[in-house]
């Protein structure tokens, strides 16, 4: 079985400031990890994925996840943060190359002006 | 944008009715996803398809069926819909991708049992 918790379900940060949405995730195979943002009243867009090919992934809108197998986490980074960053943000695991995707609870960010 | 639509995008009804959701895609794809999305839960999968008349149950699949008669459309039909499945449902699809496949997602509908 596997599992995604994503800690901090509200983060605030100012306008500049360094983004970080934690995601930690159990799976008993190696996994596939994926980053969706949801805006408001929209559906699901994928922001980026873990494929193996490299630990540190870069997505669209300057976002980027780091792999690290021995803390099982993919943490979601962005170095300054826009007002348009604010969404709801969540992670998600399949351990069968993206079928069946097991979701965290999601991280909604906000962004002060 | 996977060539997802969903249909009806809002719709309210009462306790009891039967309700049917759609899910159309354009480009063939052979998995197809429905989940529902819930506050502190993220997404639950409800049910999902591998191919024609091939279905499967997900995580949360009591009181909904599927059918999926033609590769692009994909129905959830809630029999005698209750309070508890007032929610945000959203279909997507499985992309062949290398070297990881990638789901995709509609827009969602907005469902309200009254």
């Known amino acids: 079985a596997q599992s995604v918790t994503q800690l901090g379900s509200h983060v605030s940060v100012s306008e500049g400031a360094l983004v970080l949405l934690r995601c930690n995730y159990s799976?008993?195979?190696?996994?596939?990890l994926f980053w969706y943002v949801q805006y408001p009243n929209q559906g699901l867009q994928l922001l980026l994925k873990?494929?193996?090919?490299?630990?540190l992934v870069k997505g669209i809108n300057g976002f980027e996840a780091e792999f690290k197998k021995s803390e099982t986490s993919f943490h979601l980074t962005k170095p300054s943060a826009h007002m348009s960053d604010a969404a709801e943000y969540f992670c998600?695991?399949?351990?069968?190359?993206?079928?069946?995707?097991?979701f965290g609870g999601g991280t909604r960010l906000m962004v002060k002006p | 944008d996977a060539g997802i639509t969903q249909s009806p995008r809002h719709k309210v009804t009462e306790t009891g009715t039967p309700v049917t959701l759609r899910c159309h895609q354009t480009?063939?794809?052979?998995?197809m996803y429905w989940y529902r999305q819930d506050p502190g839960h993220g997404l639950r999968l409800i049910h999902y398809?591998?191919?024609?008349?091939?279905?499967d149950k997900g995580e949360v699949s009591d009181g909904y069926s599927v059918s999926r008669s033609k590769t692009e459309d994909f129905l959830l039909t809630l029999e005698s819909a209750t309070s508890s499945q007032t929610s945000v449902y959203f279909c997507?699809?499985?992309?062949?991708?290398?070297?990881?496949?990638?789901?995709?997602f509609g827009p969602g509908t907005r469902l309200t049992v009254l």
């Open positions: 998600a695991v399949s351990h069968n190359a993206g079928n069946m995707l097991t």
């Open positions: 799976s008993s195979v190696p996994p596939y």
């Open positions: 873990y494929t193996s090919a490299a630990t």
């Open positions: 480009e063939n794809h052979r998995y």
């Open positions: 398809s591998y191919g024609v008349k091939d279905t």
């Open positions: 997507a699809i499985t992309e062949k991708q290398v070297p990881t496949d990638t789901q995709y």
